[in-house]
C-alpha cells in the first residue's frame, strides 16, 4: 500500500511518463563495456603477474605496453569478426524471407496471422492486421515480428570493432598508468587496488547508461576482475620460482 501511494504521488507530480527506452545502445554499449572491461582487467592481471615473477620494473612496463598494443588489435578483430558472421546470417535470413515473401505469399500472411494470435489479438483482427501491415511493408513486418530483427539492434561490425578497440585502449591505459607512476616495489598493490576502483567506477557507468542496477554493476565486475587478477598472481609467481 505504501508502494502504491509512492508511485500515484511521483506519476502525480510527474503526470508525462518517462520513455527513454536504452534497447538501441545495446551493439555499442555491449562492446564498450566487454573492451573496456578486458582491457582492466587483463592490463593489471599482466602487470601484476609478470611482476610477481620478479620482473624488473622496465620488463613490466614493456609487457603491459605491448599487452596494451595486442589487446586492442585482438578485440577489434574478434568483434569485427564475430559481429559480421552475425550480419551474414541477417543477410541470409533477409534473402530467404523476400524469396518467401514473392513465392508464398499466403502462407506469409497466415504465419504473420499466427504470430498476432499467440500475442493475444482475436483471429480476425490478427488476419487484418497482417494484411494491412503487409500491404504497408511486407519485409519488414516479418524482419521484425518472425525473425526479431530491427533497425536498431541490427550487426554493425565497423562500430562494433571501433567501440571495441577504442574501450579497451582507454580501459588498459588506466593500470598501466599507475604502474608508470609507481615504484616496482608498489606495482602489484597498487595496481591491484587502483583497478579495481577502476571496474567499480565501469560497473556503475555501463549500469547507468544501461538503465541497470549500479550496486549489482559494480559488485560483479570488481568480482570477476579481482579472481583475475589473483590467479594470474599466483601463476606469475610460481612460474617466477620455477624458472629463476
Given amino acids: ?27 555499442w554499449l555491449r562492446a564498450s563495456v566487454m573492451g573496456a572491461n578486458d582491457g582492466i582487467v587483463s592490463t593489471a592481471s599482466l602487470l601484476i603477474g609478470v611482476a610477481a615473477a620478479a620482473a624488473t620494473h622496465n620488463e613490466i612496463l614493456i609487457a603491459g605496453i605491448a599487452g596494451v598494443v595486442a589487446g586492442a588489435m585482438s578485440m577489434a578483430a574478434g568483434e569485427y569478426v ?49 494484411e494491412q501491415l503487409m500491404a504497408h511493408d511486407a519485409l519488414g513486418a516479418h524482419l521484425r515480428d518472425e525473425l526479431g530483427i530491427h533497425e536498431r539492434t541490427a ?3 565497423i562500430t562494433a570493432a571501433a567501440a571495441s ?11 598501466l598508468l599507475v604502474a ?8 602489484i598493490t597498487t595496481v591491484a587496488l587502483s583497478s579495481l576502483i577502476f ?15 549500479k550496486r549489482i554493476g559494480a559488485i560483479r565486475v ?23
Fill in 1 to 27: 500500500m505504501q508502494l502504491s501511494l509512492e508511485l500515484y504521488i511521483v506519476n502525480q507530480n510527474n503526470p508525462t511518463p518517462n520513455h527513454l527506452h536504452r534497447s538501441h545502445r545495446v551493439g
Fill in 82 to 130: 564475430s559481429v559480421c558472421s552475425q550480419a551474414d546470417t541477417e543477410k541470409a535470413d533477409i534473402e530467404m524471407e523476400k524469396h518467401h515473401l514473392e513465392n508464398h505469399t499466403d502462407f506469409e500472411v497466415q504465419e504473420l496471422t499466427d504470430i498476432y494470435i499467440e500475442r493475444g489479438l482475436k483471429p480476425q483482427l490478427a488476419r487484418e492486421v497482417a
Fill in 155 to 157: 550487426a554493425k561490425p
Fill in 165 to 175: 578497440a577504442a574501450s579497451f585502449t582507454v580501459g588498459a591505459s588506466l593500470p
Fill in 180 to 187: 608508470f607512476m609507481v615504484t616496482r616495489e608498489n606495482i
Fill in 199 to 213: 571496474l567499480g567506477m565501469l560497473g556503475i557507468t555501463a549500469a547507468t547508461a544501461g538503465g541497470a542496477s
Fill in 222 to 244: 570488481v568480482f570477476w576482475g579481482a579472481m583475475a587478477m589473483a590467479m594470474t598472481a599466483l601463476v606469475g609467481h610460481w612460474f617466477g620460482q620455477i624458472l629463476s
